[in-house]
């Protein structure tokens, strides 16, 4: 069967930035990470989430963690310059990415938010990050996708 690439995919070939599809079976519901993970097998320190906030000045952030991790609001907050932030609505999350929860990538939304990754992603050779829907992943450089977003590295994990 032919792999159907996602928008994801596509503005990696535009960007001759070189990844590996990964592909797993699921339902119509979102699994978690650690699932993904196991399911695509992978090593869950390998395998990120992306996360979308919303600062105190109504600003939108979004945050690459590993998916075993909790984001921790107050780390996040500081490495973008915010009082505070919150996690946004999952009502919100199509509007504001363009992608379904369970399915968000750094790479590709409507609109090029400030982007931080943690930075445990610089201890791999390769991250591996949603496609853009449920069931697809890419896996990437860590330095590449941080090129591709303008992201930057930072501690925003609990427990680190």
């Known amino acids: 069967m032919a792999e159907q690439k996602t928008n994801v995919m596509r503005a990696l070939d535009q960007k001759k930035v070189r990844y590996t599809p990964h592909e797993y079976p699921h339902g119509a519901e979102a699994v978690d990470g650690v699932t993904v993970a196991g399911l695509i097998g992978a090593a869950p320190e390998q395998v990120f989430k992306t996360l979308v906030t919303r600062g105190a000045s109504k600003g939108i952030y979004v945050f690459v963690i590993p998916v075993a991790a909790e984001l921790d609001l107050k780390k996040a907050a500081r490495a973008v310059g915010e009082k505070s932030i919150a996690m946004i609505h999952v009502s919100e999350i199509t509007a504001l990415t363009g992608y379904v929860r369970g399915g968000c990538s750094p790479i590709g939304m409507k609109k090029q938010y400030k ?6 992603a ?7 990050v949603s496609a853009g829907r449920i069931g697809s992943q890419v896996e990437l450089e860590p330095n590449a996708l941080a090129t591709l977003t303008r992201g930057q590295f930072a501690d925003i ?3 680190d």
């Open 157 to 159: 994990i609990t427990g």
């Open 122 to 128: 610089l201890e791999q050779e390769t991250i591996i």
């Open 115 to 120: 982007t931080v990754y943690h930075e445990s």
